[in-house]
Nanobody, 128 residues
Framework: QVQLVESGGGVVQAGGSLRLSCAASGRTFSSSPMGWFRQAPGKEREFVASISWSGHNTASADSVKDRFTISRDSAKNTVYLQMNSLKPEDTAVYYC?????????????????????WGRGTQVTVSS
């Protein structure tokens, strides 16, 4: 059974930092892009950041650019999201996603429909 399990969420003051982790099990995603999305109460799920299979190419939403960094450790089948300078508007449930098919190019998709596997999410709350 394929599972993606997020961890590292919590409550932090504005300006603080958190590092989210997403550990995959049941199969390897070393040849597939992975991504992070988030959903705030009453809002649709939105793209945060993504990373190509090699880790050499990344993409991020304008709202988190220069503050959030995505990375991966394929040996550990894990993707990370380093979040700095957090703002109250970053408060949301953060979801990890992985594409099922291998994509050995520089592709780092931002559309949620490009991903086949999803974690259950981890809550991030930023207080002002």
């Amino acid at each position: 059974q394929v599972q993606l399990v997020e961890s590292g969420g919590g409550v932090v003051q504005a300006g603080g930092s958190l590092r989210l982790s997403c550990a995959a099990s049941g199969r390897t995603f070393s040849s597939s892009p992975m991504g992070w999305f988030r959903q705030a109460p009453g809002k649709e799920r939105e793209f945060v950041a993504s990373i190509s299979w090699s880790g050499h190419n990344t993409a991020s939403a304008d709202s988190v650019k220069d503050r959030f960094t995505i990375s991966r450790d394929s040996a550990k089948n894990t993707v990370y999201l380093q979040m700095n300078s957090l703002k109250p508007e970053d408060t949301a449930v953060y979801y990890c996603a992985a594409r099922g098919l291998p994509s050995l190019g520089s592709w780092a998709p931002s559309l949620p429909t490009r991903y086949d596997y999803w974690g259950r999410g981890t809550q991030v709350t930023v207080s002002s």
